[in-house]
């Protein structure tokens, strides 16, 4: 399986662990010029950005510790292109990261502000 493949199953598994867990599933896979947003996701009222990471071991660290400050930065411009192209200006947001280690999935709720 390549990376892309990869990729693709576990935002998959991302977003049915979502779904389960009550949110409503706007989007995948956004992408624009600056980059791009795995998972766009409503949660009672609040709409989610959400960033993927699976790791196959936390030996370099947690999936979530792999989001770098650069990276949250682009998810953070890029969400605010996706509030401006669908007008969305007075919507809740928030930006969650799912990390998945060892099979185990993990949501972490408002994680970086923007």
């Keep these: ?32 010029r600056f980059g791009e947003i795995d998972i766009i996701a409503e949660e009672n009222g609040t709409l989610c950005f959400v960033e993927v990471k699976y790791r196959n ?10 989001v770098s400050k650069t990276k949250q930065n ?23 990261i799912i990390e998945i280690l060892d099979g185990k999935i993990r949501l972490i709720r408002d994680c970086f502000g923007g």
């Design 1 to 32: 399986m390549n990376k892309r493949q990869t990729g693709e199953r576990y935002e998959a598994a991302a977003c049915r662990f979502l779904v389960v867990n009550g949110f409503r599933i706007l989007d995948r896979n956004y992408r624009c």
């Design 57 to 66: 071991s936390d030996r370099f660290g947690t999936p979530a510790e792999a």
């Design 74 to 96: 682009r998810i953070i411009h890029v969400s605010k292109l996706y509030l401006l192209e669908n007008h969305l200006f007075q919507s809740r947001i928030r930006y969650d």
